[in-house]
């Protein structure tokens, strides 16, 4: 029956691409293939577990979980086994024949444009290649498994190149046993004896010595092979005696790090637990610890990645770290213990006094678990903040690469809004490459203004060259350049810092100056407003389909025209963004603003006077109010029609 069942299945795309880097091995540091294989029958025993406690009737024994390691050298082969959760032949065909991380296909194409070796290893740095690591140091690769609770198993296995063949076994032990067939030693492609019992230790040790399951490794196969090595009791370091056979050597420590004091573990411990738990290659930006004593205990290990990954903001990331409780595994991504702005945080959480059984239902729920979620958010915040002030350039990084995710806080989290302000920063126009925090604006704030500026918009580049920062820029006053999307939000929800408010410049009316200047300014506005009250009444009522008024401009310097919104109304930007969440919105109509020191404006002005009631000075009107939405990067309501009128008016100048 076994051998009727082989069939052959070919590698998907992205696999097969990942497999010929593996073989070709660009990744200089071969020995973590060990540290991916211990991961992955790590999490395999975490399950069954799991499995067992939740479920009594599932057929599994979970008396003595383990991780075997055994290496044959004169057959030149390296086993990693487990007893753990195991996989059925379908699982076999989904999991280990297709890449599942959407990012995966993203780094490929990355890594094909990527000319130099060492941007290549940087970015495979960036992705955890899991089980086809084994591909670089091994020329076959044989995996047989059996699903807890089945009767049969399954046996996979491929050189790497273009296919797999998948069987049924009938007496595979529960769990999953991975078996490399090794490459011939090369030390200077840092490929090194995979079967020495020295180099497994060592790389147990450097990697998965935190890893809270036995790992071992069976006593060399003497003469006469044939040691199975699954029989052993746990019960290590026994004496030898002529009859039992050598008992194995437990590896690592088994430690839980969160749970040793801070001097005791190396920063590289902490690291190699960060990797494990977040499948990332590279080391964290920063680790964080808190204990929680007291009548709900718990304690946590958290870290900040040092890159965001690229899923971050699609709808199913798995946002949460994982929650243990005394000791015990209990869930992956447990959302309930991160606000969802922190959804980037990796690391553990173990509480003392939670069921065993709790579910995601239940943590949602429960009131300790909430407080736990505002107390974790909090240590998160205040790292960064420590950061900022300590580790700049770090905290350049994180900014860099999460920072339009904590934004989103500011938009529902009251509690932590000045704690969240204290940590952003902002691109800014008083200097090109440094962003601003809030504090050093308002350091910078000459005598006299008393708001914070802002401008929302896609790029910098559009922001800097919009008509609506022509005072500024002339006043030399500072404005902030917000261009990620969720600025156009939480613009809205917070009013002030540090007691001044934040103010858009495409918002409502501008004052700038000192008092005197003010009072210069209004003098000079109350007579352009005689002089311009006919052409804004009729322009008003003109282009009343498009706009609520049409009024002089405080804002321009150089252009003819521009739009505002009100200080309280919705901005464009923010209106499609509704939109495109499938949420209607009244359309907002906004401000026409003129500058009356346009040449144009006062050209039409004074055309107006004279001819009321022509038809080419309506077209002029019409095209003023294009061309205030294509300098904020808009588009005309009729392009066509603007095209036409603007032709007509230049060939007029030839
Ligand atoms: N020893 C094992 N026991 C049970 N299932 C396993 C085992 N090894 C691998 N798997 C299954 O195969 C899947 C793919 O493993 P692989 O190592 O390729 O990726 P991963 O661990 O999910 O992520 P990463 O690529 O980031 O390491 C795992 O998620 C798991 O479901």
Redesign the pocket.
């Known amino acids: 029956m076994s051998t009727e069942t082989t069939e052959t299945f070919e590698f998907q795309v992205e696999a097969r691409q990942l497999l010929h880097l593996m073989i070709h091995s660009i990744y200089s540091n071969k020995d973590v293939f060990l540290r991916?294989?211990i991961?992955?029958?790590s999490?395999?025993l975490d399950?069954i577990r799991l499995a067992a406690l939740r479920d009594s009737s599932l057929d599994a024994d979970i008396s003595d979980l383990h991780i075997d390691i055994e290496a044959d050298k004169s057959a030149r082969t390296l086993t990693?086994r487990?007893n753990?959760?195991?996989?059925s032949r379908d699982?076999?065909v989904a999991?280990?024949g297709t890449?599942?991380?959407s990012g995966t296909a993203q780094f490929l194409k990355e890594l094909k444009e990527a000319e130099d070796a060492s941007a290549a290893e940087g970015l495979i740095g960036q992705?955890?290649?899991?089980?086809?690591?084994s591909f670089m140091v091994a020329d076959e690769v044989t995996?047989v498994?059996r699903r807890a609770g089945e009767s049969q198993g399954t046996r996979w296995t491929s050189t790497g190149e273009g296919t797999y063949t998948v069987d049924t076994v009938d007496d595979a032990p529960q769990?999953?046993a991975?078996t490399l067939h090794l490459k011939p030693e090369d030390t200077e492609d840092r490929l090194y004896d995979y079967a020495e019992p020295w180099k497994i230790r060592e790389i147990v040790k450097r990697y998965s010595d935190f890893i809270t399951w036995p790992v071992r490794m069976a006593p060399e196969p003497r003469t006469d092979a044939g040691a199975d090595g699954s029989g052993g009791e746990g019960a290590e370091g026994a004496e030898n005696t002529d009859a039992a056979p050598p008992a194995p050597e437990t590896l690592n420590s088994m430690k839980a790090l969160w749970a040793r004091s801070r001097d005791e573990v190396t920063d590289e411990e902490y690291h190699e637990l960060y990797k494990h738990i977040s499948?990332?290659w590279q080391d964290p930006l920063e680790t964080i610890r808190l204990q929680a004593e007291g009548t709900f205990e718990y304690q946590a290990l958290l870290f900040l990645p040092s890159h965001a990954p690229h899923d971050l903001f699609n709808q199913g990331y798995k946002r949460g770290v994982q929650l243990y409780v005394k000791r015990v595994f209990i869930m992956e991504d447990c959302d309930a213990l991160m606000p969802s702005y922190l959804r980037f945080v990796k690391g553990v959480v173990d509480a003392q006094d939670l069921s065993l059984n709790v579910s995601r239902e239940m943590l949602q729920q429960d009131r300790q678990i909430q407080l736990m979620n505002r107390r974790l958010a909090k240590k998160v915040l205040a790292t960064v903040k420590d950061l900022r002030t300590k580790a700049p350039e770090r905290y350049a990084t994180f900014w860099r690469e999460f920072g339009a995710v904590v934004k989103e806080g500011l938009i529902g989290d009251y509690e932590n809004r000045d704690a969240l302000l204290e940590v952003s920063s902002f691109a800014t126009t008083h200097d090109e490459e440094a962003p601003t925090t809030l504090r050093q604006y308002v350091e910078r704030m000459p005598e006299g203004q008393e708001h914070i500026f802002y401008l929302t918009g896609e790029s910098r580049q559009a922001l800097e060259n919009s008509p609506h920062m022509e005072t500024f820029r002339a006043k030399g006053i500072e404005v902030l350049l917000l261009t990620d999307p969720v600025d156009e939000v939480w613009v809205d929800s917070v009013p002030a810092y540090d007691g001044k408010q934040l103010r858009s410049v495409a918002k409502g009316e501008v004052d700038l100056g000192t008092e005197e200047e003010k009072q210069e300014a209004e003098k000079e506005r109350k007579q352009h407003q005689e002089q311009f009250a006919g052409l804004l009444t009729w322009m008003s009522e003109h282009l009343k389909e498009n706009v609520k008024e049409v009024r002089l401009s405080s804002r321009l310097t150089v252009s003819p025209a521009c739009l505002v919104s009100d200080t309280h109304d919705v901005t464009p930007a923010l209106e499609s963004m509704y939109r495109a969440m499938g949420q209607s919105l009244p359309h907002t109509k906004r401000i026409l603003e003129l500058n009356p020191s346009h040449a144009l404006v006062g050209g039409l002005n004074q055309a107006h006077g004279e001819r009321p009631g022509d038809d080419v000075l309506a077209e002029t009107a019409e095209l003023l109010y294009d061309m205030a939405l294509l300098a904020e990067g808009g588009t005309p309501n009729d392009p066509a029609r603007f095209v036409k009128l603007m032709a007509d008016r230049i060939e007029r100048t030839l």
């Open positions: 991916e294989l991961s992955n029958a999490d395999a399950k990693v487990d753990g959760i195991g996989m699982e076999v999991l280990i890449i599942a991380n992705f955890g290649v899991g089980f086809y690591a995996l498994t769990g999953t991975v499948h990332d």
